[in-house]
């Protein structure tokens, strides 16, 4: 996701020359071929990122378009308040991209895991909130909150992901989309956890269980039709997230279905339940060690589903 | 009027709006009276009233929220809005809150009200109009007490390293915060050499001498490369001398006895001229 997140700031910047590039010192090398082409718009604000966070909101005051970029704690929780106060009380057109979501940053330890950034970027009034799967789909959200007058936070994973999508993949804004069909139980992920749930809906598929996708990469706004006519339709849900349950995309949906009148059925949230993140491995490793393994996701669904049936 | 004449016309507006609505912190807009007056009306600050987005204008940041009394005071005499809006300060209804908030209030360039916010916004704006090759300055006044916060001087490395010399931070060094004196909590000194070692250039001046101010401030609009800091050393409380200094008024409204007293000071005051 981060070369293609760049890919896209490039071309974008090249295209205005106020968007600006901001970093908090992280990403050694990643950003040469951007500060060789476009040095005025690369700025280095040092390992001080509540200063980076406000200063931004000043130069959005005054026509810039600045993309904030370090990893996600750095950036959601460490200058929360600066998010607050100076981008969505002012309402700035600064875009915060944070690097690192859910464990991926796997054997660095929970300092530098993302669990709750999604829940306390989402109470935030006015803040758009993207969370791509794929690389593909990283460019296009990155098209698209640069499209967006107002703050985003763009939560990106790192640069291992697999692509799931094709060149037609698209991206819309408070849109979510079924990326495989079935009629039995609805699986709902956002960010590329989307892989292992698709891997879970061939598991389920072996055991003769029918389990559509929905991809959810704009948490907030969220596509709450897509969800609540999915689950009329299969009567049960699983959301799987790689974030804190308490506050993330499952407490979201649950917000909009009731506020909708659509809750219905069996719905069961899966996501890291009131613990830090335990262990160390690589990616795919520690999630399974942490009961968020390909196995364990297809595990729920079918338990999920008895619960449906009784 | 003279700028001493609107000086004293400030602090009544500041204490008459205090005791209309009950609302704000008095001390530290009495300290900043000549600062607002040198700015605004001293020939520094470049701006138009009738059309407060103007892209030229100078920039002034209240980090210090707090002393929004002080600044709506000096908007109003400044032609942003009319005097009669004043008595509004703080109620239902009014636009004008205990801090500014920036598309709400014309000539506010910055919703501040935590401290440590608004003079790295403030830097932010300063940076924009450098990538832009504009020749705005902007002015920010800040509190001694809010340089305890971190972000102050991750701010003030920033500037320096980018070479901002569009930047001035007005400290109002009146020596005092919330509870006590600053020598008591967490003291700055020695202030001037910390923020020379941070890059930047230092003057002190006496706060509340209006023509030595005025001289600080007006910097050339170009070829400067370090920003400045002004170190404003203030009386907080400054014209009335029950408030003088004392921490209880960093926020307080005063009861009738005392309202008589401080008008009567700030009368004569007046004719001492």
């Given at each position: 996701?981060?070369?293609?997140?760049?890919?896209?700031?490039?071309?974008?910047?090249?295209?205005?020359?106020?968007?600006?590039?901001c970093v908090a010192d992280n990403g050694a090398i990643v950003y040469d071929k951007f500060r060789e082409k476009l040095p005025r718009q690369f700025i280095n604000f040092g390992i001080a990122e509540a200063n980076m966070v406000s200063a931004a909101a000043g130069l959005a005051a005054n026509g810039k378009i600045p993309f904030l970029y370090t990893i996600i704690p750095f950036l959601t929780m460490r200058a929360y308040e600066q998010?607050?106060?100076?981008?969505?009380?002012?309402?700035?057109?600064?875009?915060?991209?944070?690097?690192?979501?859910?464990?991926?940053?796997?054997?660095?330890?929970?300092?530098?895991?993302?669990?709750?950034?999604?829940?306390?970027?989402?109470?935030?009034?006015?803040?758009?909130?993207?969370?791509?799967?794929?690389?593909?789909?990283?460019?296009?959200?990155?098209?698209?909150?640069?499209?967006?007058?107002?703050?985003?936070?763009?939560?990106?994973?790192?640069?291992?992901?697999?692509?799931?999508?094709?060149?037609?993949?698209?991206?819309?804004?408070?849109?979510?989309?079924?990326?495989?069909?079935?009629?039995?139980?609805?699986?709902?992920?956002?960010?590329?956890?989307?892989?292992?749930?698709?891997?879970?809906?061939?598991?389920?598929?072996?055991?003769?269980?029918?389990?559509?996708?929905?991809?959810?990469?704009?948490?907030?706004?969220?596509?709450?039709?897509?969800?609540?006519?999915?689950?009329?339709?299969?009567?049960?849900?699983?959301?799987?997230?790689?974030?804190?349950?308490?506050?993330?995309?499952?407490?979201?949906?649950?917000?909009?279905?009731?506020?909708?009148?659509?809750?219905?059925?069996?719905?069961?949230?899966?996501?890291?339940?009131?613990?830090?993140?335990?262990?160390?491995?690589?990616?795919?490793?520690?999630?399974?060690?942490?009961?968020?393994?390909?196995?364990?996701?297809?595990?729920?669904?079918?338990?999920?589903?008895?619960?449906?049936?009784? | 009027?003279?700028?001493?004449?609107?000086?004293?016309?400030?602090?009544?507006?500041?204490?008459?709006?205090?005791?209309?609505?009950?609302?704000?912190?008095?001390?530290?807009?009495?300290?900043?009276?000549?600062?607002?007056?040198?700015?605004?009306?001293?020939?520094?600050?470049?701006?138009?009233p009738e059309e407060p987005d103007w892209s030229e204008r100078d920039r002034f940041v209240l980090s210090k929220g707090h002393a929004s009394l002080g600044l709506f005071c000096t908007l109003a005499a400044a032609g942003f809005f009319s005097e009669t809006e004043l008595d509004s300060y703080t109620l239902p209804g009014s636009r004008l809150g205990g801090h500014p908030k920036?598309?709400?209030?014309?000539?506010?360039?910055?919703?501040?009200?935590?401290?440590?916010?608004?003079?790295?916004?403030?830097?932010?704006?300063?940076?924009?109009?450098?990538?832009?090759?504009?020749?705005?300055?902007?002015?920010?006044?800040?509190?001694?007490?809010?340089?305890?916060?971190?972000?102050?001087?991750?701010?003030?490395?920033?500037?320096?390293?980018?070479?901002?010399?569009?930047?001035?931070?007005?400290?109002?060094?009146?020596?005092?915060?919330?509870?006590?004196?600053?020598?008591?909590?967490?003291?700055?000194?020695?202030?001037?050499?910390?923020?020379?070692?941070?890059?930047?250039?230092?003057?002190?001046?006496?706060?509340?001498?209006?023509?030595?101010?005025?001289?600080?401030?007006?910097?050339?609009?170009?070829?400067?490369?370090?920003?400045?800091?002004?170190?404003?050393?203030?009386?907080?409380?400054?014209?009335?001398?029950?408030?003088?200094?004392?921490?209880?008024?960093?926020?307080?409204?005063?009861?009738?006895?005392?309202?008589?007293?401080?008008?009567?000071?700030?009368?004569?005051?007046?004719?001492?001229?």
């Amino acid at each position: 996701m981060r070369n293609s997140y760049l890919r896209a700031l490039q071309e974008l910047a090249e295209e205005n020359r106020n968007v600006l590039a901001c970093v908090a010192d992280n990403g050694a090398i990643v950003y040469d071929k951007f500060r060789e082409k476009l040095p005025r718009q690369f700025i280095n604000f040092g390992i001080a990122e509540a200063n980076m966070v406000s200063a931004a909101a000043g130069l959005a005051a005054n026509g810039k378009i600045p993309f904030l970029y370090t990893i996600i704690p750095f950036l959601t929780m460490r200058a929360y308040e600066q998010i607050r106060n100076d981008v969505c009380i002012q309402k700035m057109n600064v875009k915060l991209v944070g690097i690192g979501a859910g464990v991926v940053y796997a054997n660095l330890g929970p300092t530098h895991h993302a669990l709750e950034d999604i829940a306390i970027m989402r109470i935030l009034p006015g803040m758009t909130i993207f969370s791509p799967a794929s690389p593909q789909e990283a460019y296009l959200a990155t098209k698209a909150a640069a499209a967006h007058d107002g703050p985003v936070y763009l939560r990106l994973g790192t640069n291992k992901e697999p692509e799931l999508f094709d060149a037609a993949h698209c991206f819309e804004i408070g849109k979510g989309v079924f990326v495989r069909d079935g009629g039995d139980i609805t699986l709902a992920a956002t960010g590329s956890i989307l892989g292992d749930v698709l891997k879970a809906a061939e598991i389920l598929s072996l055991k003769g269980i029918s389990a559509c996708v929905v991809n959810l990469p704009s948490i907030k706004p969220l596509d709450v039709e897509i969800l609540s006519s999915s689950l009329r339709r299969t009567g049960a849900m699983l959301v799987v997230e790689e974030h804190s349950i308490a506050g993330g995309l499952g407490s979201s949906i649950l917000e909009g279905l009731a506020a909708a009148g659509a809750l219905t059925g069996a719905i069961g949230l899966m996501g890291f339940n009131d613990t830090f993140c335990q262990g160390y491995a690589e990616h795919g490793a520690l999630k399974a060690m942490n009961g968020l393994g390909v196995k364990d996701i297809a595990e729920r669904a079918e338990t999920l589903l008895a619960r449906k049936q009784r | 009027m003279s700028l001493t004449d609107i000086t004293l016309t400030l602090r009544r507006r500041m204490l008459d709006v205090l005791v209309k609505t009950k609302g704000g912190h008095i001390g530290g807009s009495l300290s900043a009276a000549e600062i607002y007056t040198a700015l605004y009306f001293g020939g520094v600050l470049r701006y138009r009233p009738e059309e407060p987005d103007w892209s030229e204008r100078d920039r002034f940041v209240l980090s210090k929220g707090h002393a929004s009394l002080g600044l709506f005071c000096t908007l109003a005499a400044a032609g942003f809005f009319s005097e009669t809006e004043l008595d509004s300060y703080t109620l239902p209804g009014s636009r004008l809150g205990g801090h500014p908030k920036r598309d709400e209030v014309p000539g506010v360039e910055a919703s501040t009200g935590a401290l440590g916010h608004g003079f790295p916004f403030a830097g932010g704006i300063a940076l924009a109009g450098q990538l832009d090759e504009r020749d705005y300055r902007v002015y920010c006044l800040l509190g001694d007490g809010e340089c305890q916060e971190g972000s102050v001087w991750e701010a003030a490395m920033f500037a320096a390293q980018q070479r901002l010399g569009n930047l001035v931070a007005i400290v109002d060094y009146n020596k005092l915060q919330a509870m006590d004196q600053l020598t008591k909590i967490v003291d700055l000194a020695p202030f001037a050499e910390k923020w020379r070692s941070f890059g930047w250039d230092v003057q002190e001046v006496d706060g509340h001498d209006l023509g030595a101010l005025i001289n600080i401030l007006n910097i050339p609009r170009q070829g400067r490369e370090k920003p400045l800091c002004v170190l404003a050393h203030t009386v907080k409380g400054k014209g009335i001398s029950y408030m003088e200094n004392q921490p209880l008024w960093h926020v307080r409204v005063p009861n009738d006895e005392e309202r008589k007293i401080a008008e009567a000071e700030l009368a004569a005051a007046g004719e001492v001229q």
